[in-house]
């Protein structure tokens, strides 16, 4: 595979696994914008739980949105992505002195490598050197491209996640990024270790109809900003993919460790991927066992 074209995947990808790749309990309220509120705060802050396959058009369409940005000091985000280090980024995503071919069987690899022709016309052979959890990043990307292409071709632009970032910037908000790159990869690619990320490789694989049909479930309760729907709809997908709370429960914990000092100095603006935001450990309910008001926000 092209490496340049292996970099642009990876920083796409990184985001939709990492942000959207699991999801908990849900609060039955509507709503992608929260208003936090109360406790030690001179100003209200805003939680906006985001879909990064969408864009900056997208977020010109939500007007509570923008007036929410444009009454805040600063913004949040996960991650601000430094084109600069994507290729040693990029280096993260290969066993060197290893295949996937030597980990699984002969007739998974040609299952896993005929999908992968399908959806992004690249043979397994391509890319056996990958971690196979590459290869699952991958697929879930083609899946939710596929799946959704009438309404993202509706949302051409920079994700929406990069341009709140970018428009923080150009306002002069102070920026602050709650993981650095390097963090996000390693949650990713070492997470797990390489035998067990073949095992779910071809776990998913054997689940693929599901897995497609989920992106575009997924992106219909978003855009109906219907967490509880969130969570029922999770509640139904198989369990066959190692304990995700690395990816939500630990990181919102120790996010909300961050959160209420920033938003204590200035107005925060924190857009974070939606599926952070609801359950029993996610950022909203975390945020209010610590006192704060967290509601909606409607037209």
């Keep these: 595979m092209n490496i340049s074209l292996l970099r642009t995947r990876i920083a796409i990808a990184l985001f939709l696994w990492i942000g959207l790749g699991s999801w908990t309990y849900a609060q039955s309220e509507k709503g992608i914008l929260w208003k936090i509120s109360g406790e030690d705060l001179k100003e209200p802050s ?41 290729g040693a980024m990029t280096m993260m995503a290969i066993m060197p002195g290893k295949k996937i071919s030597e980990m699984i069987s002969a007739e998974d690899f040609k299952l896993i490598s005929a999908e992968l022709e399908r959806t992004i016309e690249v043979s397994l052979s391509a890319m ?13 990307l083609a899946y939710a491209q596929e799946q959704n292409a009438e309404v993202l071709k509706k949302y051409p632009g920079v994700p929406m ?37 073949a095992r779910q490789l071809v776990a998913f694989i054997k689940q693929k109809d599901l897995m497609i049909q989920s992106q575009a479930t997924l992106l219909n309760h978003y855009l ?6 969130l969570y029922e709809f999770s509640e139904s997908m198989p369990k066959d993919f190692g304990d995700s709370d690395f990816l939500l429960k630990d990181r919102n914990e120790k996010w909300v460790q961050v959160i209420p000092e ?4 200035q107005s925060q603006f924190i857009a974070v991927g939606a599926l952070h935001l609801p359950g029993p450990d996610g950022v909203i309910s975390l945020l209010q066992k610590q006192g704060y008001t967290v509601k909606p926000v409607t037209k």
């Design 161 to 197: 996640d990069a341009h709140l970032a970018a428009l923080g910037k150009k306002e002069q908000k102070q920026i602050t990024q709650l993981e650095t790159m390097e963090e996000q990869m390693a949650l990713l690619y070492n997470q797990f270790p390489l035998e067990e990320q």
């Design 224 to 229: 109906s900003k219907d967490l509880k729907s």
């Design 262 to 265: 920033l938003m204590r100095k």
């Design 128 to 140: 056996d050197q990958l971690k196979p959890i590459s290869v699952m990043v991958f697929l879930t």
């Design 46 to 86: 805003y939680l906006l739980g985001t879909y990064h396959l969408l864009t900056d058009k997208f977020v010109n369409e939500l007007p509570e949105v923008k007036k929410a940005f444009s009454k805040t000091k600063g913004v949040v985000v996960e991650m601000v992505i430094d084109s600069s280090k994507l």
